[in-house]
């Protein structure tokens, strides 16, 4: 039930475009992006909820398609802060409840 | 808002004893906090789930008996890896929903990186 993510790292020059895939293979009630750079815990960047509302980052957008089962996180004139592993944590109850199902995790690289 | 610590940041202990980790909530009332782990180059894979005053709901593979969780008041849960081996080496993360802002979002502490030796 781990969603998938894709691709599984990019390398992008700064000021590039980046677009992240997460894809659930069960009906998702909300999807929550983080960014984790080495050494460091996870950085929260969106949260897409079914229904529509959502909630993040100036720079970064980010899409929930619920029939799909599927969200994709758009970063949008990359800066070299950006890199980093970017994970999609899944949550398939709402409410708080239940803990986050994380994907692999995408690895993002942005050069000078 | 939404702050939550953890402590300690890093621990080195030996093989065959126990490690407390702590997980604090800063400035909300945290209902329902996480454990996480994560390995080398890996994902974050969830422990465990604790409600303040009830046993925690542990994932599938879980040992319970090793992994103690408890979440004694509304602002701190603690995890004690009891006779920690060399393969509990890890990066323990917690995470707390609660009174603050929306329900939905999980705030993470900054984890504590276990060593075994």
């Known amino acids: 039930q781990q969603p998938v993510q894709s691709p599984q790292a990019v390398i992008l020059r700064e000021g590039e475009d980046a677009v992240i895939n997460c894809s659930s293979s069960k009906a998702l009630y909300s999807v929550h992006w983080y960014r984790q750079k080495h050494g460091e815990a996870p950085v929260f960047l969106m949260i897409l909820l079914k229904g529509g509302e959502q909630k993040g980052h100036e720079k970064i957008s980010a899409s929930f398609n619920e029939k799909k089962q599927q969200s994709s996180l758009y970063l949008t004139a990359s800066q070299l802060s950006y890199s980093g592993t970017y994970f999609c944590g899944t949550d398939y109850s709402g409410g708080g409840a239940d803990g986050l199902t994380f994907g692999k995790g995408t690895h993002l690289i942005i050069q000078p | 808002g939404a702050v939550v610590s953890q402590h300690p940041s890093w621990v080195i202990c030996k093989s065959g004893t126990s490690v407390k980790i702590e997980c604090r909530s800063l400035?909300?009332?945290?209902?329902?906090m996480f454990w996480y782990r994560q390995f080398p180059k890996q994902s974050l894979m969830l422990m465990a789930t604790?409600?303040?005053?009830?046993?925690?709901?542990?994932e599938q593979g879980v040992e319970k008996d090793k992994f103690l969780i408890n979440h004694a008041s509304l602002t701190l849960s603690t995890l004690t890896v009891t006779s920690a081996h060399p393969e509990d080496s890890s990066f323990y993360i917690c995470?707390?929903?609660?009174?603050?802002?929306?329900?939905?979002?999980?705030?993470f502490g900054p984890g504590t990186r276990l060593t075994v030796t």
């Open positions: 995470s707390a929903t609660g009174t603050s802002g929306s329900s939905y979002e999980q705030y």
């Open positions: 400035d909300f009332q945290a209902t329902t």
């Open positions: 604790s409600n303040e005053g009830s046993k925690a709901t542990y």
